[in-house]
């Protein structure tokens, strides 16, 4: 046994025996040197958790105002460990925050983000599962959470987040997708397709097809119960809210549309329901468009790929129209402007994208990609010196990891608008920039050395 493991099983034993007579300090002692000597051993975190929630008498709220100040602090060093990427010291840092309040939702994302990039998987899924019991509104901790649970193959769980995510964003359109892929994924985990050899192996797992038959008559009595509940309470608008969530599930789009319509109706005209059928409307184009590539790429016919582009413009159309109602509605909703911003710059509609954009950046959470693509707005404007002021905010920020698509084009684009501003020399630096991770990329490389010649 290493020395390490030596010292944490006695320092485990010491904690053991501080809990079993309520010496939480003690035990917090204890168990804290566990984690520090044994950082993937997740009971040893539990552990931890659980006597530091029991010394502030499950309050939820940890030492409270005293400890205000020196929990900033302490989040501030945490986000700059996360910045240089020094995963270790971030974790250890948010462990000393958690002694101040276990519950604090953001420390526990950094320790589940440090914890991810440092392979320790059971501690990210613990510590997402404890920042969800605080932040039961924060829609972001939560997909984070259910993505961990899906690519560690916990489809139901992830499912049961994604229910969780549904209460939180009710207009989300892509909640059903995914709980729809997440089903999919379960099914063939437990009917092992993966590992079946032939079409016989599959045949024989009779389990799985029994059980994918129960769960189909389960939703068929579902929607069943649910159109009984209507017509013996036609003027209870939740009763349609319900069948439509059920037949969204079930991929019904078109269904789904048509009880939305009248639940509309017995709502009188509610602002709520409206906006669900918007998004069962948008959701059924979707649907229609998906269908139609389907077609065109087994089809060698003109038409069919002319039909797509036609509905593919419909559905922009429609949802810019109802992007821009919300809009008006939620002026807060920051995300919103972004997302009517990026569908009106496919119409070329700079100006009216540009205030968008503004407003969206003021969001810490949006700021990064806002400013990208307020510089491709002024770029495309003719503005290149405005153009030039946002990507250059913006590539900082930028993470080739997380999203290389945007860091490319950003430091590209920036360095097109340094070139045309005549800053050479800034102009080759992101040239370089762009090389050093796609060389390939468009035409950089020609650009770069061009400018180097020169």
Same mark, same amino acid.
């Given at each position: 046994?290493?020395?390490?493991?030596?010292?944490?099983?006695?320092?485990?034993?010491?904690?053991?025996?501080?809990?079993?007579?309520?010496?939480?300090?003690?035990?917090?002692?204890?168990?804290?040197?566990?984690?520090?000597?044994?950082?993937?051993?997740?009971?040893?975190?539990?552990?931890?958790?659980?006597?530091?929630?029991?010394?502030?008498?499950?309050?939820?709220?940890?030492?409270?105002?005293?400890?205000?100040?020196?929990?900033?602090?302490?989040?501030?060093?945490?986000?700059?460990?996360?910045?240089?990427?020094?995963?270790?010291?971030?974790?250890?840092?948010?462990?000393?925050?958690?002694?101040?309040?276990?519950?604090?939702?953001?420390?526990?994302?950094?320790?589940?983000?440090?914890?991810?990039?440092?392979?320790?998987?059971?501690?990210?899924?613990?510590?997402?599962?404890?920042?969800?019991?605080?932040?039961?509104?924060?829609?972001?901790?939560?997909?984070?959470?259910?993505? *961990? #649970?899906?690519?560690?193959?916990?489809?139901?769980?992830? +499912? /049961?987040?994604? =229910?969780?995510?549904?209460?939180? @964003?009710? !207009?989300?359109?892509?909640?059903?997708?995914?709980?729809?892929?997440?089903?999919?994924?379960?099914?063939?985990?437990?009917?092992?397709?993966?590992?079946?050899?032939?079409?016989?192996?599959?045949?024989?797992?009779?389990?799985?097809?029994?059980?994918?038959?129960?769960?189909?008559?389960?939703?068929?009595?579902?929607?069943?119960?649910?159109?009984?509940?209507?017509?013996?309470?036609?003027?209870?608008?939740?009763?349609?809210?319900?069948?439509?969530?059920?037949?969204?599930?079930?991929?019904?789009?078109?269904?789904?549309?048509?009880?939305?319509?009248?639940?509309?109706?017995?709502?009188?005209?509610?602002?709520?329901?409206?906006?669900?059928?918007?998004?069962?409307?948008? *959701? #059924?184009?979707?649907?229609?468009?998906?269908?139609?590539? +389907? /077609?065109?790429? =087994?089809?060698?016919?003109?038409? @069919?790929? !002319?039909?797509?582009?036609?509905?593919?413009?419909?559905?922009?159309?429609?949802?810019?129209?109802?992007?821009?109602?919300?809009?008006?509605?939620?002026?807060?909703?920051?995300?919103?402007?972004?997302?009517?911003?990026?569908?009106?710059?496919?119409?070329?509609?700079?100006?009216?994208?540009?205030?968008?954009?503004?407003?969206?950046?003021?969001?810490?959470?949006?700021?990064?990609?806002?400013?990208?693509?307020?510089?491709?707005?002024?770029?495309?404007?003719?503005?290149?010196?405005?153009?030039?002021?946002?990507?250059?905010?913006?590539?900082?920020?930028?993470?080739?990891?997380?999203?290389?698509?945007?860091?490319?084009?950003?430091?590209?684009?920036?360095?097109?608008?340094?070139?045309?501003?005549?800053?050479?020399?800034?102009?080759?630096?992101?040239?370089? =920039?762009?090389?050093?991770?796609?060389?390939?990329?468009?035409?950089?490389?020609?650009?770069?050395?061009?400018?180097?010649?020169?």
């Amino acid at each position: 046994m290493a020395g390490e493991d030596l010292k944490a099983a006695k320092c485990f034993r010491h904690g053991n025996k501080a809990m079993e007579s309520n010496n939480w300090d003690m035990s917090i002692q204890m168990f804290s040197q566990c984690v520090k000597l044994k950082p993937d051993n997740l009971t040893y975190r539990q552990l931890l958790r659980k006597c530091t929630m029991k010394k502030y008498d499950d309050n939820k709220k940890g030492a409270g105002g005293l400890a205000k100040t020196k929990l900033m602090s302490i989040r501030g060093k945490v986000k700059k460990a996360k910045k240089k990427e020094e995963w270790e010291t971030a974790s250890v840092l948010a462990e000393e925050g958690l002694l101040l309040n276990p519950w604090d939702a953001q420390l526990n994302v950094d320790i589940a983000e440090a914890s991810i990039a440092l392979d320790r998987g059971e501690i990210a899924r613990h510590a997402y599962s404890v920042a969800i019991i605080t932040a039961t509104k924060d829609k972001d901790v939560h997909v984070a959470f259910a993505d *961990l #649970l899906e690519e560690r193959e916990e489809y139901k769980e992830a +499912e /049961k987040v994604w =229910e969780r995510i549904a209460v939180i @964003d009710p !207009k989300d359109i892509e909640v059903s997708r995914k709980m729809s892929g997440l089903a999919a994924k379960q099914a063939t985990k437990k009917g092992n397709f993966e590992d079946a050899e032939s079409a016989k192996d599959v045949a024989h797992n009779k389990g799985f097809a029994s059980e994918a038959q129960s769960v189909s008559a389960k939703s068929d009595n579902a929607e069943t119960a649910l159109r009984h509940a209507i017509r013996k309470e036609p003027d209870k608008v939740e009763h349609y809210l319900k069948l439509a969530t059920q037949l969204k599930t079930n991929k019904k789009f078109e269904e789904c549309y048509e009880i939305l319509k009248t639940a509309l109706e017995v709502s009188s005209d509610d602002t709520s329901v409206r906006e669900q059928l918007e998004d069962a409307e948008l *959701l #059924l184009m979707k649907h229609n468009v998906d269908s139609a590539k +389907e /077609k065109a790429n =087994e089809s060698e016919d003109p038409e @069919d790929r !002319k039909q797509v582009a036609e509905l593919s413009k419909e559905l922009r159309n429609r949802k810019i129209e109802v992007f821009t109602t919300r809009e008006e509605r939620h002026g807060q909703n920051l995300g919103l402007k972004l997302e009517l911003a990026t569908l009106v710059m496919q119409q070329q509609e700079w100006s009216r994208a540009i205030p968008l954009l503004q407003k969206a950046s003021q969001d810490p959470r949006l700021k990064t990609k806002a400013l990208v693509l307020l510089g491709k707005c002024f770029m495309y404007d003719n503005k290149a010196a405005l153009a030039k002021g946002q990507f250059t905010r913006a590539v900082p920020d930028l993470d080739f990891d997380t999203d290389p698509s945007t860091y490319t084009e950003a430091h590209y684009l920036l360095a097109r608008v340094c070139e045309e501003t005549g800053d050479t020399e800034k102009a080759i630096h992101h040239y370089g =920039e762009v090389l050093v991770v796609d060389y390939n990329y468009k035409d950089a490389l020609q650009r770069s050395e061009k400018l180097q010649a020169g």
